[in-house]
């Protein structure tokens, strides 16, 4: 089981990461759970999801701890960093990162989403980047299953699914352990 949350602020695609992984993980028979929580504004506000990924049933959306922090930035990493369990995995955007310290008992991994994703041409992608990188880190589904898989939930929705996928390959290769 995997207790994972992402966060950000909103327009950084934080929700839409967490909804992504479910329905991936979900269609290649894992269970899961997903909450959200946001404030009022439309962009710039405080954005996360819990997300839940288990082979066996769920008994909680609400972990007491993380397995898995997704940090789209720097005031979600300060925010959340007291929730994740010791060998937990930290995910950064180090795009929106300073030089910091960061605690023994946790994994940092750094991927540079921003730049990745401005790279590739598709500026709405660092989300996907930084997926890329937690499934690295996490190992929790195969590479090559979860590309398919996203491939096929882009080309449902109507949307251009190479440039999605792109950002996701390359975060999952670009992604290194910090400290």
């Known amino acids: 089981m995997a207790d994972i949350m992402f966060a950000g602020i909103g327009g950084q695609g934080v929700l839409t990461a967490g909804k992504v992984l479910i ?3 979900a269609e290649n028979g ?5 909450t959200s929580e946001y404030s009022a504004e439309m962009r710039g506000g ?3 999801c819990r997300v839940v990924v288990s082979d066996e049933e769920i008994g909680s959306p609400y972990p007491d701890t993380l397995d898995v922090l997704v940090c789209m930035n720097e005031d979600a990493y300060n925010t959340y960093i007291d929730q994740v369990a010791e060998g937990g995995k930290v995910i950064i955007n180090s795009s ?3 030089d910091r310290k960061y605690p023994e008992h946790v994994e940092v991994i750094g991927v540079d989403a921003m730049g ?4 590739l041409h598709n500026a709405r992608g660092a989300n996907l980047v930084m997926m890329g990188a937690m499934i690295s880190a996490t190992r929790m589904m ?7 898989t996203l491939k096929d939930y882009f080309d449902h929705k109507g949307i251009p699914s190479e440039e999605n996928v792109q950002c996701f390959e390359a975060g999952y290769e670009k992604a290194g352990k910090i400290g």
């Open 142 to 148: 195969d590479k090559q299953q979860f590309s398919d």
């Open 23 to 25: 329905q991936i993980a």
């Open 30 to 34: 894992k269970n899961v759970s997903w």
């Open 116 to 119: 990745i994703s401005a790279d």
């Open 96 to 98: 929106l990162f300073s």
């Open 46 to 48: 405080i954005a996360l």
